[in-house]
């Protein structure tokens, strides 16, 4: 088996259900407010991950185990028994892997645990030079919880690291069929959390191919 195979089959095994596991994931800074976070995997490098986490999320999770780093945030008022996280990962290495493969991977992980579900590709191509892919997960009656899940992830391959960043939502099981305008999800946050993830991107600034967004121009769009 090519190192490429054993990269990939050790990513799929950690995408359990409740991904709730070590993940490989970007340490992120929280600054207040909606804030846009940009942070280089190893301080030698100068490849950065650019990602908004919502205004009120703390982060609960942030470790780091040899080349794999995680973080996980949640809302105000979340408890054990949560209901909504995001998670931002990151993986460095030689040999990453595709991220449609990856994505496609865990619709086949969630697909063995759900009695209903749904594979939603949004997009897959390259963005600001970088290779991504974008999916909707759609469980209905997990197996394990009993509860409907739904799970938009983006994967990037970076030229140094293997990012994702993920947003799950748990919620009360709604009736057959299953589709978008079925479950039990508030339409509008969905919508806004899209246009969140279209802003995720990877950068380095020492690439002329791979720019890094101005600051002032973010912190300023309507000058």
């Not at 650019?50 to 008022?77: F, K, L």
Request: aromatic content about 6%; charged content about 20%.
């Amino acid at each position: 088996m090519g190192i490429s195979q054993k990269l990939k089959m050790r990513l799929y095994e950690k995408v359990t259900w409740e991904l709730n596991m070590i993940r490989v994931v970007l340490c992120l800074l929280i600054l207040a407010g909606c804030t846009t976070t940009s942070s280089p995997v190893h301080a030698e490098k100068s490849e950065r991950l650019n990602v908004e986490i919502p205004a009120g999320w703390t982060a609960a999770v942030s470790r780091t185990v040899g080349d794999i780093q995680v973080a996980e945030y949640y809302p105000p008022g979340s408890s054990q028994e949560w209901t909504q996280k995001i998670s931002v990962e990151a993986l460095s290495g030689s040999d990453l892997p595709d991220p449609l493969i990856f994505t496609d991977g865990m619709a086949e992980q969630q697909n063995r645990v759900c009695n209903r579900f749904s594979a939603n590709p949004i997009f897959a191509g390259f963005e600001n030079g970088y290779a991504s892919s974008v999916q909707m997960l759609q469980c209905g009656d997990n197996k394990r919880t009993g509860k409907d899940v739904v799970t938009v992830v983006k994967a990037i391959r970076g030229n140094d690291s293997f990012y994702t960043v993920t947003r799950i939502w748990r919620l009360d099981q709604a009736p057959p069929p299953l589709a978008p305008e079925t479950i039990n999800l508030d339409q509008n946050e969905l919508a806004a959390w899209s246009h969140t993830l279209r802003k995720v991107q990877v950068c380095d600034p020492a690439l002329a191919a791979h720019p890094c967004p101005d600051p002032e121009a973010q912190a300023n769009p309507n000058p």
